[in-house]
């Protein structure tokens, strides 16, 4: 499959009384974007009201308790569309052409079911944890309609329909922009990589995605991915939006939206498909809380990379502690059928480091590559603004009875803060 994105450039966002994207400013009217999101019935049942702010780099800006980040995109040429069987029709995406409205995104808050959210900081020793704080960000703040804690997964289930309707929205301005920049992006059936890139280590990607249940929720096609056994997708299948963020897990290791759809681990190993490896795939498997249902999702991973040939395998979780059971069975069941693997995790080692880093392992487990330490400590100062509500501060994970302090600082671990640890790599922090 090949697939073309034409990245347009968004420098700036500003509010107006027309919504359109001119010379590389997005110019938005909240009024019109509301009413779009009120046309979704689960959303004008469960949402009383939006309100809507800007966040750009740089300000002392803080937005809390953040739902979802998104990057607005539209499908120009070929079949699909965007957020395809959530938004649009089921058909399967990743090929033709898509623009992509780079440097910006779409990020949720607002009041929030569980505890497991997180923040952005615009500026600050936190904005340097966080790669949110270096875009123009769009933020749709959610009022619950009265009654919505006894129907948590109904009101969860409609801010997350409204951010994706809202990227919708924003995505479908870039239709016909000019991109400032496009990209093609192809791989080939099994039989033709062989023949065309033979002398090549066949590599593949197995992407684990949360699906434990409880708000702790992956969308493929629509379809939550605890539903579903391991399987194959083509890695432009991912990069158009074929799988979606629905879970709560801590801040700093959740899968967003958009961390799905500029995935680093499928960028990356594009940028060495046909020069020193051929890369087959993406295998697609589930994070499962019971035992019977871990053994027959690794199993089945463990089966796919034997049946494929492959002679190397990139392994990325979401979340810690149970996860890491699935992270380890995959990993040696794929070792034993003779394929390398390279495993990317985070650490919950403590605040002093000192503690045992996943909750599983294994001796086969020997290539390690980690997001940083989400346990660790950190001092975010008093910003001037509040995007959303600092109410949740003292309870997400990460956080603790006293962490808003006073004087507006917030003492916390790394965990609060959206994207610090992500186990794609889609950050900084790394160890070595």
């Known amino acids: 499959m090949k697939l073309e994105l034409g990245y347009i450039q968004i420098k700036d966002i500003q509010f107006s009384k027309e919504c359109k994207v001119d010379n590389g400013t997005l110019y938005v009217d909240p009024d019109a974007v509301k009413a779009y999101l009120y046309e979704d019935d689960d959303v004008k049942a469960w949402v009383k009201d939006f309100g809507f702010d800007i966040a750009k780099p740089g300000e002392s800006v803080r937005i809390t308790p953040v739902k979802d980040v998104i990057e607005p995109r539209v499908k120009v040429e070929g079949p699909g569309g965007v957020f395809p069987g959530v938004i649009s029709k089921v058909e399967t995406v990743g090929s033709g052409k898509t623009h992509v409205l780079r440097g910006m995104a779409v990020v949720t808050a607002g009041k929030i079911v569980g505890f497991q959210e997180g923040i952005i900081d615009m500026s600050g020793p936190g904005a340097e944890y966080t790669p949110f704080s270096k875009l123009n960000n769009l933020v ?10 006894d129907h948590k997964h109904e009101y969860e289930h409609a801010v997350r329909i409204a951010g994706l309707r809202a990227a919708t929205y924003i995505g479908e301005l870039g239709r016909s922009v000019t991109p400032d920049e496009t990209a093609v992006f192809e791989t080939y059936g099994i039989k033709e990589g062989l023949e065309k890139l033979p002398n090549l280590p066949r590599v593949a990607y197995v992407h ?24 194959i997708l083509c890695p ?8 979606i963020s629905g879970n709560c897990v801590s801040a700093c290791d959740k899968n967003t939206t958009y ?10 190993l594009f940028a060495a498909h046909g020069k020193t490896l051929n890369y087959v795939c993406n295998i697609i498997t589930n994070e499962n809380v019971y035992l019977a249902d871990k053994q027959r999702s690794s199993d089945w991973t463990a089966k796919l990379c034997r049946l494929l040939d492959l002679d190397g395998a990139l392994v990325s979780q979401e979340g810690f502690g149970n996860p890491d059971t699935d992270l380890i069975m995959n990993c040696k069941k794929i070792e034993l059928q003779g394929v ?93």
């Open 259 to 268: 961390h799905h759809q500029n995935n680093p681990v499928v960028a990356n």
């Open 208 to 231: 684990m995605l949360q699906s434990q249940g409880l708000l702790h929720d992956t969308y493929v096609y629509g379809v939550d991915a605890k539903r579903s056994l391991t399987t």
């Open 236 to 243: 432009t299948e991912t990069m158009d939006g074929a799988i």
């Open 340 to 432: 390398k693997t390279v495993i990317i995790t985070d650490e919950y080692a403590g605040q002093d480091g000192k503690s045992q880093s996943l909750a599983d392992a294994d001796p086969l487990a020997d290539a390690v590559v980690t997001g940083g330490n989400a346990n660790e400590v950190i001092i975010l100062p008093k910003m001037d603004k509040v995007i959303g509500t600092l109410d949740y501060v003292d309870v997400i994970a990460g956080g603790h009875a006293g962490s808003l302090r006073p004087d507006g600082t917030i003492e916390a671990e790394l965990q609060v803060i959206t994207g610090a640890t992500n186990e794609m790599g889609f950050n900084r922090l790394s160890a070595r």
């Open 140 to 149: 749709v703040v959610a009022e619950p309609n009265e009654g919505y804690q």
